[in-house]
């Protein structure tokens, strides 16, 4: 549930970039952290666990303006990918407004994929919201691999948001490829759920 602080006017979102473990999350927000490092007034924190880390930091939003006359501050979150650290994943989920699932297109990580869209329906499901209702981008990475098989997009899509129906992009962190256009697409649309809540 976004921030409101009716003193400053200001509303603070968070979005958490989720999905399975080496899938691209981290690599998403370094990209993001490097290209528009002049709207970032913090530094970008990073949490080790053992063999994953968590990472976050606040982000000023362009282009959006102000919402109902309020100023937009989007804190960007990672979660870590891994299995075990289910624990952590639902804690750094409190308090969502938007989710982007960053997807592995290599073949091989195809249940893996499946089993971590499960888990994130699940872990929303504790905090009673749905992952019908949080505003949601699906996000393809790793698609400029050329050395490994890589899932057709259409399985994808099939496999992921054949029951979702949300905004998805084919991308890769690594390269900056649709990094930018998934940023957009989770801000604008999480923006607009906050527009109601602010109503």
């Known amino acids: 549930m976004a921030f409101v602080n009716m003193k400053t006017k200001e509303v603070q979102a968070k979005i958490v970039f989720y999905g399975p473990g080496r899938g691209g999350k981290t690599t998403n927000l370094e990209y993001i952290y490097k290209k528009f490092r002049e709207r970032i007034p913090t530094e970008m924190v990073s949490i080790k666990t053992h ?38 994943r639902k804690l750094v989920l409190k308090g969502v407004d938007g989710v982007v699932f960053v997807a ?7 249940k893996k994929n499946v089993l971590s869209l499960k888990n994130l329906q699940e872990n929303l499901a504790t905090y009673k919201k749905s992952i019908f209702k949080v505003p949601l981008v699906l996000q393809y990475n790793k698609r400029d691999l050329t050395d490994m098989p890589l899932l057709p997009v259409e399985v994808m899509e099939k496999d992921l948001n054949s029951q979702l129906k949300v905004p998805s992009f084919e991308a890769s962190a690594v390269t900056g490829q649709n990094v930018v256009p998934t940023l957009k697409k989770i801000i604008s649309a999480t923006m607009a759920s906050l527009q109601n809540v602010l109503k």
Do not use: H, N, W
Request: no cysteine; charged share 25%; proline share 4%.
């Open 51 to 88: 063999g994953d880390r968590t990472l976050f930091f606040d982000f000023l939003p362009f282009d959006i303006g102000k919402i109902m006359g309020y100023d937009v501050k989007v804190q960007l979150y990672t979660v870590p990918g891994q299995v075990k650290y289910d624990a952590t």
């Open 104 to 110: 592995d297109s290599q073949v091989e990580q195809r």
